[in-house]
Each structure stands twice: as C-alpha cells, then as structure tokens.
C-alpha cells in the first residue's frame, strides 16, 4: 500500500506539471494506458497479499487520477487556445444566442400568471429539518404518509434534503404575517433510483393564498385561470377530493389528455386525464403550529410537479436529460 | 387497492352505472383510480387508496362510500350465527400494543384445493392461492380491510402475543429467516416464534393435512406494525393494512364473516369459546359542526343534505359523532370535505380566481437579482444549464462537505460546495457529445457545514473557453471584485452582492434539445469568382438542409474567394451527415 501511495504522490506532480495538452496525454498514456503504470498494477493484484483491498486501493487511485486529469484538461485547453497558433475562431456565424433552461421558462410562465394574480414569489432552504419538511405540514413523526415521501438524510432524522417544496409554506407561514399571497417553485429531493423516467430530482411549483376568506371556489378559479393562461381557453380540468395532510379540505387536479382529449391512451393509461397536482384549503393544524390564527385566517395551498409537464412541452423523452449535459440549445435559434 | 368490478355489485346490487363512469366517479369522491383493465372477463380497477382511509384498503369501506355516493342500499354478505364453545382458546396476551384481537378455535378441518372461484378471486387481486383455509383469510382481509390468520394447532398447542424480548430468528412461510429485534411484536408458543403481526410463519403453517386450527383477526397498534415492517424489511397485505388507524368494532362482523366461511367449505366445527381481548374501547368522539361551514369553504351555496348521515355519523344538535369505521374524521374540517366531496368539487365554478389585488410584496430581493442575471447571461450569448447539486467528490477542506446518509445514488454522496464542480461535469458531457465552443451558466445553490450550521449560497457559475471574455462578462453582469476565475470557469457567490428592490423578467420561449447522440462537425472548400455576402451563404446553405438535423453552420475561413464552411449536424449517424454535406456543397 505504501508503494500505492507513493505512485499518488507521483503522479499528481506529473500532472500538476503538465503544461500542454501533448505533454498531459502523455501522462495520461504513461499512467492510464493500456500499457501504463496502473494497467501493470491491476494486473498483479491477484499476487498481492489481500488483493481485494488492495484492488479497492487501486480502483480508488484510478478514479482520483482520471478526474485530475479531467480537470486539468480544462485548464490546458485554455492555456492552448490562447496560443495564436491553435487558435481557431470562426471568421463569420450568425449571432450565438443565449438560452434559459425548459424549468426556467415554465417557472417564469408560472411566475407571470401569479404576479398578475398578486402573488409574490418565496424561497427557502434545500437542506431541510424533519419539523419544517413533515411536522409543521401535520405528518408528525410515525405518520402513515410519511411513506409517500422516501428521504435522503443528511443527518437522520433531524436534517435532511427537502421532500416537497411544501417546506418553503411551513416557513413562509411562520415568518410573514398574514394576508399575504406567494408562489415558489423549487426543487425537491426524494430517495428513487435514478432511470428514464424516474429521477431522485424533481421540480415543483407551490404557492399559498391566506387572507379571511378564502375558499375552494377561489383556488379552482385561480389554476383555471392558470390553465388557460398556459394551455388556451379550450382546456379541460378536472378538480377531485384528494388526501394530503397538510389541507382539508383537500382536492387533486387533471387535465385532459394532451394525446387523447379524453379518449384514453397509453399516456392516460385509458383514463383520458392527467394528474396535474395537489391543493386544498390549508389544514387548521397547520395554520395553528405557525401561529395563525385558523378563527380569523384561512388560505389555499398548491403543488404542482414541473419535470413531466416540461418534458411534455419541450418533447424531452428521458427525464435525465433536465439535469444533465446532454441537454442542449441550438446556438443560431431561439 | 384493486377491485373487481361484478365482485362490488355484490356488496351493492342496486349498482347501475358502468365501470367507467364508476371509475371516473371513485376518482371524484377521492379515491383515484390509476388502472382500469379487463382480465378473464372481468373489469378490474386499481384504486390509489390514500394514507388516511385504511377502511378503504377492503370492498367494504368503498362500498359504503358508493352507496352514500349514489344513495343506494349497502348489502352486507351472508353472515351465519356462530355457536362458540365453551372451551377456552389457549391464547394469552401480554403485549399492550394489541389494541383489539378476536380469536377461536376450530376442529375436523377437511382442507383442500381451493374452489374455482376462489382460486380466481384472489389471483385478479395479485395473491398466489395456498389452499382453501389459508385463501379464506385472504379473501376476508380483501373484503373487510382487516387481516386474520390461522394456526396449525397441531404443531403449536398454545399462542402468545408478545413484544420480542429474548427470540433471535423467525422463519416466515415462503422460509425466509427474518433476524428480530427488541419489541418486535411476535407471536409465540413460548419456545419459539410461530408468527409476526403481520407476516405467517413456517412452523405454524396451515396444509392441506391441517385438522385443527386456531383463527384470530386482531388490530394493533399501526405505529408498532410499521416500525416492524420497516425495520425487518418485510412489506405484506397485511402489513399495508395493519401499519394504519383499522376499526376495532369491525373485527366482529369480519371475524363471523370469516367463521361462517370456513365452516361451509371446510366442513369443520368450531371447537371454541370466542376469545375477545379488547383491553381500551376508544369510541368516536363528537365534533362540533357548523351546517354553513361547508358552503363558506366552498364559496358557493351547499345545499343541506344527508350525507353525514347517510355516511352513519350519529348526528345530535350540532354534535356529530362519526362512525368507527372513520378514523379520518376528527375536526369539522374533516366534516367539511366529506360533504363537499359528495357534492361534488367539479360543481364549484371555476371562472373566478382568487381577488388579485396584490398584497404587500415580500419576495426575498435574491430571486429578483437571480431572474436579472438570468436575463443579463442570455443576452451575452449564455445557455442556461441546471446540473445535480450532488457529486462524486468533496473539495478542500472536505470537513467542511456535507454529505447524505442513505442515498440510492451514493456514487454521488456529496453536495457541491462549488457551482464549479456541477459546471466541470456539464462541460465533460458537452465534450462527449463533440459539443464546443458553448458559453453556459448555472445559478444554484452551494453547500457546506460551518460550526455544525449547514450554510446554503447562492451561487452564479459561468464557462467560456474564451477566459478573457469570461472575466469581461462576468464583471459586466455583477459589480463585485469577488469573481472566483478559475481557467474557464467563474464562480460569483450572490448572496452578499446588492440586489435589485424588485425585477420583471422577460418572458423568453426558446427550444431546447435533448441530445441523443454527438455532434458531427465537418468542413467544405467552396470557390467563388467574387467576394460573397457571408450572410447570404450561411441563409442559403441553411436553407438547403433538413433542420432536424442541421445544429450550426459558420464560415471558417475565407482565403482570396474561397470560403470554408463549417456545418455541425446532429440527430443522425456520421454517413448520414457526410452524405447530406457532401449534397449540400456539390462535394461529388
């Protein structure tokens, strides 16, 4: 093992030193080559006295060798590319333009028809504590809802990563005094493997309303409005009783079929709707934890999930592709 | 929860609407139905039955809603008298967290292969058919929500219901060994563990060469049942059911349900006295209801009706007692929706918004500055990117990284103290994809752990290959002298810079492609008699080229008359491209 860390120290020196990027593939082919150092090392584990820590050894040094490389590729391309000769700008293209991200549009879409309805925006921590992320949403500690949401904990089970922007209301509940109306898309975590349609990241759009009279009828009208903002006058929504701990009433809402109308489809799975989100008049438990007053206060509380509604719009069939380098705009468009 | 369709018609004969209407109503009154398909003739529907309606979790709960739903008649099944004997069933409890438990014993057990129906009942519900017994409890969990079980009394003379103080092992029926631990609800002969709460065991299975059997249908309490489940691993039917609120007062009327079953197609006796451990009877406790509150929430008028008490609340004065059956039903608020849900939420108009006088502004300053740098980037040529605040790796000094504990993707433990990080992978997978020359930028948060606070940032990162360029636009979009340059990258932190009292964004649509395979780059000579108008070329050739797979084309180089074209091609493989180019510039 010794020799392992002898042969580190070696070689991060080499790349250190490496000033161009001949001398660093250089490195690279005498380090990581078929016929380089670690190739050598690898093939004579099985002689080492425990050669499975000593393989994890190695692997572990690999990895670390291939990312300083990696970054040190950077900074030599762009000591390369300030050299005249090499440099190999284009003498005429169309203007490059800039681009936001999908999320980033749908979320200022969203943003706009809030504003307009007088909501401002709000924001709070990723890194989030079991008090905000369940218990001040009414899910205390053992409740059967918190299965719904899968944690990644930071420290269990005090800290975590937010599950739900929900967290963000649980804040802005305690911190701002009522009547106040905001929206706050953020992104959200859960513990799910990684796959095309699935991901551990995700994004959602919440928003509450708390003034002395709220009512359903104010919360339907308002993502109607939202709807048709978004989608046209000739969009269909459903609203339906839905369980979420945090309101009661609570209430679920589809939209028809983008692929369908409504006949059902694969993408419906035959139901002829989508499931858009969740909302419904802020549970008195709720108000009561963050100090208002349920008597006086009353308000409505939305989510929606952004990534499928995005995915949707902008023809993205994997949902890896949101966060991720392959991900990509065309420079001459908009 | 999946139903079968002719199966809750016998629950409610008086049913007269199709199974698709059904559905879509099931879906209106709160209980989504995600799946609806034919198998073997029947129409099956899979109910998304939410955490707060374990009654739901059998027909019988979702009959009861359907028939205050459609005001029809709930038909109970066919329930025998049972004549119990006098002998006492060997079952002693001693954990308190059996909240109520119902058990008997029962001889001359003629086990067999299930009948047909039976066989196919509980395959349309998922469940592997074991013999006639056993697949009779499973059919009365199915029907009434609540699990039974029954023991093999010939192998296990008597049964204890404890908290696990001194067992190591349990080997469940399919013969997994589960490793116990400390209060795990168990249920013992007092040498050895015959079952879980919610899992049976191998060493008190029921055959087909079973002749005396002890049966018991039992309701604990769920935070016990969960945290076994959890701990040990181990998810069943039953477990889904008894890790909630179940009703006690149900056990009675499943329980004969499940002894008048067994006695017609078993053709046993029942040899044993009725054993009712029910130690704390908590009855439904009345709420006081307001009858205007619903049409308040609304917004609309409501009606008065009988719902709360086509629902079984005993209603007196503005008291209302829900049924046991409710645990959901605790606040007035509960009431509420109860009444609004079968009134019907999709009877609410939905042409009137919430007032949007706007009321006093209390976005956080950051998000305004956020959105401007968004807008400033764009306008220097900039692509947005978003990137996994996750990494593989901790910076220096690596005490100061947070990391998660239990992720699935613990190849990427640590959360990024730098925007550099997330913006270095971005780069090497455009580089995969032969994408260059990108200008692009992130702004997310950044993490780290200082004096055992965790600290979130804000933070601006940008790549440019061209450093010069980058340090420009950088100190062109903030006016800060604490712009991190490293190579081709730059890291500003925003939450102390001075940030904008309020900021509209523009609305911008632009497209975005999801990359499936790498750009293919290739030049063309083409010579001219004149200088050319560059533009004029870059229209025409573009012109001439499928754009679902033209991604750029620029002039390289211009020597005398003769101009280098350089065309990026994506969404197709190279020969593809090079046949395209090789068209496009008359290359033959």
């Known amino acids: 093992m010794d020799n392992l860390s002898k042969i580190q120290s070696e070689s991060k020196t080499k790349i250190k030193t490496a000033t161009t990027s001949a001398e660093l593939e250089k490195v690279h082919i005498e380090l990581l080559g078929r016929h380089g150092l670690l190739h050598k090392l690898f093939s004579d584990i099985k002689n080492q006295p425990d050669p499975k820590a000593y393989g994890q050894q190695l692997n572990r040094l690999k990895n670390e060798i291939e990312e300083l490389i990696n970054k040190k590729s950077l900074s030599v391309e762009t000591h390369d590319r300030a050299s005249p000769q090499k440099n190999n700008k284009t003498v005429f293209s169309l203007p490059k333009l800039g681009h936001l991200h999908p999320i980033t549009i749908t979320e200022r879409q969203l943003n706009e028809l809030f504003r307009k309805l007088g909501f401002s925006l709000y924001d709070g921590p990723e890194i989030e504590t079991d008090e905000y992320c369940f218990q001040r949403l009414n899910v205390p500690i053992d409740h059967p809802s918190r299965e719904m949401q899968d944690s990644i904990y930071i420290h269990e089970p005090e800290h975590l990563l937010r599950t739900q922007t929900s967290s963000i209301e649980a804040r802005l509940l305690t911190q701002e005094k009522p009547p106040f109306k905001a929206a706050f898309p953020g992104r959200t975590y859960r513990n799910e493997k990684v796959t095309k349609s699935n991901h551990f990241i995700f994004h959602q759009y919440q928003g509450v309303a708390v003034d002395k009279n709220i009512t359903l009828k104010d919360a339907i009208g308002t993502f109607n409005t939202l709807f048709k903002g978004l989608y046209g006058n000739d969009v269909h929504a459903r609203y339906r009783c839905k369980y979420y701990p945090e309101v009661e009433p609570g209430m679920g809402f589809d939209l028809e079929c983008f692929s369908c109308h409504g006949a059902g489809c694969s993408i419906c799975k035959g139901a002829g709707w989508i499931e858009m989100g969740g909302a419904g008049i802020i549970h008195p438990k709720v108000l009561t934890m963050a100090g208002i007053d349920p008597k006086i206060w009353r308000g409505f509380a939305f989510a929606l999930g952004l990534d499928r509604w995005v995915m949707a719009k902008f023809n993205i069939k994997d949902i890896r592709t949101l966060l991720g380098g392959n991900l990509a705009y065309k420079p001459n468009e908009p | ?588």
């Open chain 2, 1 to 588: 929860m999946k139903i079968i369709y002719s199966h809750l018609k016998t629950w409610l004969p008086d049913l007269a609407i199709d199974a698709k209407k059904l559905r879509d109503d099931l879906t209106l009154i709160g209980h989504f139905s995600s799946g609806y398909e034919e198998i073997d003739s029947e129409i099956i529907l899979d109910l998304e039955i939410r955490q707060n309606r374990a009654d739901c979790l059998g027909y019988y709960g979702i009959a009861r809603d359907l028939a205050v739903f459609y005001k029809i008649n709930l038909v109970l099944p066919q329930i025998n008298t049972i004549n119990y004997s006098n002998t006492p069933v060997p079952i002693t409890i001693s954990s308190p967290d059996v909240h109520r438990i119902q058990a008997t014993s029962i001889s001359n057990i003629k086990n067999s292969l299930p009948p047909d129906w039976l066989i196919r009942f509980l395959k349309l519900h998922d469940i592997n058919s074991i013999n006639t017994l056993v697949d009779l409890t499973n059919f009365i969990m199915l029907e009434w929500g609540i699990p039974c079980h029954a023991f093999d009394t010939n192998k296990s003379t008597k049964l204890i219901w404890e908290n696990n103080q001194r067992y190591s092992e349990f080997i469940s029926l399919d013969g997994t060994k589960i490793k116990l631990q400390p209060q795990n609800l168990v249920i013992s002969d007092g040498k050895e563990v015959l079952s879980l709460s919610f899992i049976g065991g191998q060493n008190s299975g029921i055959n087909l060469d079973t002749t005396d059997s002890i049966l018991e249908m039992a309701v604990y309490n769920r935070s016990r049942v969960r945290n076994d489940s959890r701990s040990l691993k181990t998810i069943t039917e039953a477990s889904i059911r008894l890790d909630k609120e179940l009703d006690t007062e149900t056990i009675p009327l499943a329980f004969s349900h499940l002894i008048s079953l067994i006695l017609k197609h078993c053709h046993a006796i029942v040899s044993g006295k009725l054993l009712d451990v029910y130690p704390v009877k908590i009855p439904p406790l009345p709420i006081a209801f307001d009858s205007q509150k619903p049409s308040l929430y609304a917004g609309i008028d409501i009606p008065q009706n009988d719902t709360l008490k086509r629902l079984g609340c005993t209603i007196k004065n503005n008291l209302i007692t829900p049924p046991s059956l409710r645990k959901d039903l605790t606040i007035e608020e509960d009431l509420i929706e109860e009444i609004l849900r079968f009134y019907g939420y999709n009877k609410i108009p939905t042409d009137q918004p919430v007032d949007p006088t706007p009321l006093p502004d209390i976005t956080p300053p950051i998000l305004y500055l956020i959105e401007k740098l968004k807008d400033d980037l764009v306008a220097l040529g900039y692509d947005e990117v978003r990137s996994w605040p996750l990494v593989r790796h901790c910076e220096e000094p690596c005490d100061a990284a947070i990391s998660t504990q239990n992720s699935i993707n613990s190849d990427y433990p640590y959360l990024r103290q730098s925007i550099i990080q997330s913006l270095q992978n971005q780069y090497f997978q455009y580089e995969k994809y032969k994408l260059i020359n990108q200008k692009f930028y992130e702004i997310g948060k950044i993490f780290s752990l200082e004096n055992g606070q965790y600290i979130e940032k804000y933070a601006l990162g940008m790549y440019n290959s061209d450093s010069e360029e980058l340090s420009r636009d950088a100190r062109s979009c903030v006016s800060t002298d604490k712009i991190k340059l490293d190579g081709s990258f730059a890291q500003i932190i925003l939450d102390d810079l001075p940030k904008p009292d309020k900021y509209i964004p523009q609305i911008i649509n632009n497209t975005a492609i999801e990359l499936t395979s790498q750009i293919i780059t290739l030049d063309a000579n083409v010579s001219y008699d004149s200088p050319q108008d560059s533009t004029k070329l870059i229209e025409k050739y573009t012109s001439l080229i499928d754009p679902s797979i033209l991604w750029s084309i620029e002039i390289a180089d211009i020597y005398q008359n003769r101009y280098t074209f350089r065309v990026s091609y994506y969404n197709c493989d190279a020969l593809t491209a090079k046949k395209v180019h090789l068209n496009t510039f008359n290359l033959n």
